[in-house]
Each structure stands twice: as structure tokens, then as C-alpha cells.
T-cell receptor
Framework: GAVVSQHPSWVICKSGTSVKIECRSL??????MFWYRQFPKQSLMLMAT?????????EQGVEKDKFLINHASLTLSTLTVTSAHPEDSSFYIC??????????FGSGTRLTVV | SQELEQSPQSLIVQEGKNLTINCTSSKTLYGLYWYKQKYGEGLIFLMMLQKGGEEKSHEKITAKLDEKKQQSSLHITASQPSHAGIYLC?????????????FGQGTTLQVKP
């Protein structure tokens, strides 16, 4: 079935540094991928839509300069959290669409900023 | 804006018991998805419902979408410890496959052996 791989699964970084998270569709092509954020004990909130070959679209309240998204190929989208701060600590998860399985989610990345 | 309300928020059941989780939308649903998540991990796709009155089953889990397409239920028969986790309902925003899902707040299920 449709598999979405996300890497890394967890990362700890110092405040002020940048962190890149990768989301890959392993056995299908995804022109569109989605990035969500989940705070502890809360549900997932859509951050942005990643479009292959064009600019990402961001949800209201999400800073595009802080959360850089690049979707350079049909199987890879990256989310870079720039100048991370402790309040950016969260669980980030991507999803991609396939015609058979609907929306498949990656395994998520737990980011801790210290 | 569309919202999804899940109930109950948490549930503790004895192994072998049946249980139902509900998901109610403030607007007509275009597509309704059920996922299972273990805390801090990815989402496991369970089922997708699109037609009013649709019902799907997989192993001991059955999901239904009402005729008006505003409410869905997830029923687990003879629960097992492996069913424990967080169950999330999700729906497409708007009236087409946008891929932009909104989610309910989740239902945490514990199954006591």
C-alpha cells in the first residue's frame, strides 16, 4: 500500500538553530503533501500544503518564513523549522494523497527545542 | 468553519467489551476518515467513508456514516488490548478532495486485560 516515510523520527536542537524534516512517498508520486502539527494532548492542525514545483500555501497564523517548505520532486517534501525556539517543540507529521488509500500519514517527527 | 466533535474524549473498557466512538460534524461531510494513533506516533489509516449510509468493517472494527453525512461512528467488537490508542476522525475541508483535513480532538481508548 501507500507508504509515507518521515525522517527523523525525533530530534533535539538548540534554540536558534534550524531543523529539516523530510517526508517521502515511497511507492507512489505525490504532487501534493501536507504538513500538520500536533501539540501534546491535542489534535492535528494543518500547517501548510506543499505543492511540487511551486510555492507552498500556508494556513492562517503559520509563519511561512519560519516554516520553510520545499517540494522539489514528486516524492519528497521537506519542512525546515528555522531559528527554532522552545515554543516550536511539537510533533510534526506529513501526509500525502494516493488514489487508493486516501491520505497516508508519515510516522511523525518529535521536535524538542532546548 | 467546519468542526468535528468526538465523543467520548476518553474511554476505559474491559477486554472483550464492545465500544462506540462518535464523530459529529457541524457541516455535511464530503469524506470521513478514521485513524488510529499511538501517542507521539504516526496515524494508521482505518477506514474512509464517503456515501451517506455507508458502512465498512475491518476485522473487529466497523465504521458508519449516517444518511445525512454529518455523523459517523466507530464500533469495536470484543475489544482487545491491541485496540488501545487514540482514535481520530478526520474530514476534508469543503466539498471536495482538497487533502486539507480537519480532525476531531481524538478519543483515547484504554482496554484493561
Amino acid at each position: 500500500g501507500a507508504v509515507v516515510s518521515q525522517h527523523p523520527s525525533w530530534v533535539i536542537c538548540k534554540s536558534g538553530t534550524s531543523v529539516k524534516i523530510e517526508c517521502r512517498s515511497l511507492d507512489f508520486q505525490a504532487t501534493t503533501m501536507f504538513w500538520y502539527r500536533q501539540f501534546p494532548k491535542q489534535s492535528l492542525m494543518l500547517m501548510a500544503t506543499s505543492n511540487e514545483g511551486s510555492k507552498a500555501t500556508y494556513e492562517q497564523g503559520v509563519e511561512k518564513d519560519k516554516f520553510l517548505i520545499n517540494h522539489a520532486s514528486l516524492t519528497l517534501s521537506t519542512l525546515t523549522v528555522t531559528s527554532a525556539h522552545p515554543e516550536d517543540s511539537s510533533f510534526y507529521i506529513c501526509s500525502a494523497s494516493s488514489t487508493v488509500y486516501g491520505y497516508t500519514f508519515g510516522s511523525g517527527t518529535r521536535l524538542t527545542v532546548v | 468553519s467546519q468542526e468535528l466533535e468526538q465523543s467520548p474524549q476518553s474511554l476505559i473498557v474491559q477486554e472483550g467489551k464492545n465500544l462506540t466512538i462518535n464523530c459529529t460534524s457541524s457541516k455535511t461531510l464530503y469524506g470521513l476518515y478514521w485513524y488510529k494513533q499511538k501517542y507521539g506516533e504516526g496515524l494508521i489509516f482505518l477506514m474512509m467513508l464517503q456515501k451517506g449510509g455507508e458502512e465498512k468493517s475491518h476485522e473487529k472494527i466497523t465504521a458508519k456514516l449516517d444518511e445525512k453525512k454529518q455523523q459517523s461512528s466507530l464500533h469495536i467488537t470484543a475489544s482487545q488490548p491491541s485496540h488501545a490508542g487514540i482514535y481520530l476522525c478526520g474530514a476534508d475541508r469543503g466539498s471536495s478532495n482538497t487533502g486539507k483535513l480537519i480532525f476531531g480532538q481524538g478519543t483515547t481508548l484504554q482496554v484493561k486485560p
